[in-house]
């Protein structure tokens, strides 16, 4: 038999091309690696006043930035005590967190999106315990800073509008922290085409730009000179959606964040570190039409695992059970949580921690913050009754 000829012109092109997509479908990134302690990092709890009682009150994880002065922290402990109230149901510092006309629980949004910021590390390459430490801590980490929403149809499905502006703070004593928003607008219409735009912006924090007297500024946006909300310069856009027009960050921008949240890029893929991105921001937690179609097409469908990664859904099972029994020993000690992030937060520690590791440095709302009244129904007063995988307010 003669020799078979090499195949030319447009029937090797294809071949390759077919070839190629192949192998790109199944492939997965290379290795993640493990950040590299800087010289100013420490494994040991800070001993200054400010950074002590934010690392205990708040169960911030090593590494510890020594560079920080004091100073810095009084600013990152007073900033956050004051969203610790913000955040609490009930408080009159909450009203700005509080949308009527959205119709929907703030605080049981919160509580879900905090879970799924939570669950990203788990399936992360690293030791089972060290993924679950810093998940509870992330847990509790994530604060609303301004909503408003608009539902025709009277809440909990379908919002036409939503603007929600919100922060998460590094599970580690560094200091850092991503500042959100997120504006979405649907509105289906008979005869004319139907109005849809949103857009995902973040812009990472350092502790330089804690602010005490105006915690809830959003670092990520700024006003142009008509008076309207548009992104601050040097801000990244996540999720943009214009028209049918459905487009997303890169992978690039993605290590940004990452090592805003964890001290260095590398460890987390950018599947992971998308999720945990538009979670914090709230994407898809309204019930939003658009919702899923808008966090596949951004991030979900574009990128991958690192090799080892995993989606985690064994270890967030297991970790659903005993953080049900981390809440349900909260619920009967008599100092109650004060605020859904500082609830999370005191369920990151171990029992078997001592009780006055366990978040005793915190600011209480002062008098008159709360309301005098203690309702017994538990949808009012803000108790979670937690099952596996199901959070019911």
Same mark, same amino acid.
């Given at each position: 038999?003669?020799?078979?000829?090499?195949?030319?012109?447009?029937?090797? #092109?294809?071949?390759?091309? =077919?070839?190629?997509?192949?192998?790109?479908?199944?492939?997965?990134?290379?290795?993640?690696?493990?950040?590299?302690?800087?010289?100013?990092?420490?494994?040991?709890?800070?001993?200054?006043?400010?950074?002590?009682?934010?690392?205990?009150? /708040?169960?911030?994880?090593?590494?510890?930035?020594?560079?920080?002065?004091?100073? !810095?922290?009084?600013?990152? @402990? %007073?900033?956050?005590?004051?969203?610790?109230?913000?955040?609490? !149901?009930?408080?009159?510092?909450?009203?700005?967190?509080?949308?009527?006309?959205?119709?929907?629980?703030?605080?049981?949004?919160?509580?879900? =999106?905090?879970?799924?910021?939570?669950?990203?590390? @788990?399936?992360?390459?690293?030791?089972?315990?060290?993924?679950?430490?810093? =998940?509870? #801590? *992330?847990?509790?980490?994530? @604060?609303?800073?301004?909503?408003?929403?608009?539902?025709?149809?009277?809440?909990?499905?379908?919002?036409? #509008?939503?603007?929600?502006?919100?922060?998460?703070?590094?599970?580690?004593?560094?200091?850092?922290?991503?500042?959100?928003? /997120?504006?979405?607008?649907?509105?289906?219409?008979?005869?004319?085409?139907?109005?849809?735009?949103?857009?995902?912006?973040?812009?990472? !924090?350092?502790?330089?730009?804690?602010?005490?007297?105006?915690?809830?500024?959003?670092?990520?946006?700024?006003?142009?000179?008509?008076?309207?909300?548009?992104?601050? +310069?040097?801000?990244?856009?996540?999720?943009?959606? $214009? &028209?049918?027009?459905?487009?997303?960050?890169?992978?690039?921008?993605?290590? +940004?964040? %990452?090592? #805003?949240?964890?001290?260095?890029? &590398?460890?987390?893929?950018?599947?992971?570190?998308?999720?945990?991105?538009?979670?914090?921001?709230?994407?898809?937690?309204?019930?939003?039409?658009?919702?899923?179609?808008?966090?596949?097409?951004?991030?979900?469908?574009?990128?991958?695992?690192?090799?080892?990664?995993?989606?985690?859904?064994?270890?967030?099972?297991?970790?659903?059970?005993?953080?049900? %029994? *981390? /809440? +349900?020993?909260?619920?009967?000690?008599?100092?109650?949580?004060?605020?859904?992030?500082? !609830?999370?937060?005191?369920?990151?520690?171990?029992?078997?921690?001592?009780?006055?590791?366990? &978040?005793?440095?915190?600011?209480?709302?002062?008098?008159?913050?709360? $309301?005098?009244?203690?309702? +017994?129904?538990?949808?009012?007063?803000?108790?979670?009754?937690?099952?596996?995988?199901?959070?019911?307010?």
């Amino acid at each position: 038999m003669p020799p078979k000829r090499k195949s030319t012109g447009q029937d090797a #092109t294809a071949a390759k091309k =077919a070839k190629t997509t192949k192998t790109n479908t199944a492939a997965r990134l290379k290795k993640s690696k493990r950040v590299e302690y800087k010289s100013s990092w420490s494994k040991d709890k800070p001993e200054g006043k400010w950074a002590r009682r934010a690392v205990d009150c /708040w169960n911030l994880l090593p590494p510890y930035d020594t560079s920080i002065d004091d100073s !810095r922290w009084k600013v990152y @402990y %007073e900033e956050r005590a004051a969203l610790d109230k913000v955040n609490t !149901r009930g408080s009159n510092a909450s009203e700005p967190i509080v949308s009527e006309e959205l119709g929907q629980d703030t605080f049981r949004l919160l509580f879900n =999106a905090s879970k799924s910021v939570s669950q990203t590390m @788990y399936g992360a390459v690293a030791d089972e315990d060290e993924c679950v430490a810093i =998940a509870r #801590t *992330l847990r509790g980490s994530l @604060y609303y800073t301004d909503l408003w929403g608009n539902d025709e149809e009277g809440g909990d499905s379908d919002p036409r #509008t939503v603007n929600a502006k919100t922060r998460l703070y590094s599970p580690f004593g560094l200091g850092t922290s991503i500042d959100l928003c /997120w504006n979405y607008h649907y509105r289906a219409r008979m005869f004319n085409s139907s109005e849809k735009f949103a857009d995902l912006v973040a812009m990472s !924090r350092s502790i330089h730009d804690c602010d005490a007297k105006e915690p809830r500024n959003c670092s990520a946006m700024t006003k142009d000179r008509n008076g309207r909300p548009k992104p601050e +310069e040097g801000a990244i856009k996540v999720i943009k959606m $214009n &028209g049918s027009s459905i487009s997303g960050t890169t992978a690039k921008n993605l290590e +940004e964040f %990452e090592t #805003t949240l964890f001290g260095a890029a &590398g460890w987390l893929s950018p599947l992971k570190m998308f999720h945990i991105v538009a979670h914090a921001g709230t994407v898809a937690h309204y019930q939003e039409a658009l919702g899923s179609q808008l966090l596949k097409r951004a991030g979900l469908d574009k990128f991958k695992f690192c090799k080892d990664e995993t989606d985690g859904k064994a270890l967030a099972d297991k970790e659903a059970v005993k953080f049900k %029994e *981390l /809440w +349900e020993e909260l619920k009967t000690k008599g100092d109650k949580p004060i605020c859904v992030p500082q !609830r999370l937060v005191l369920a990151a520690h171990s029992p078997e921690e001592d009780d006055d590791e366990q &978040g005793g440095e915190c600011e209480k709302p002062a008098d008159g913050e709360m $309301n005098p009244e203690e309702p +017994e129904n538990g949808s009012e007063d803000g108790e979670y009754d937690v099952e596996e995988g199901k959070e019911e307010v």
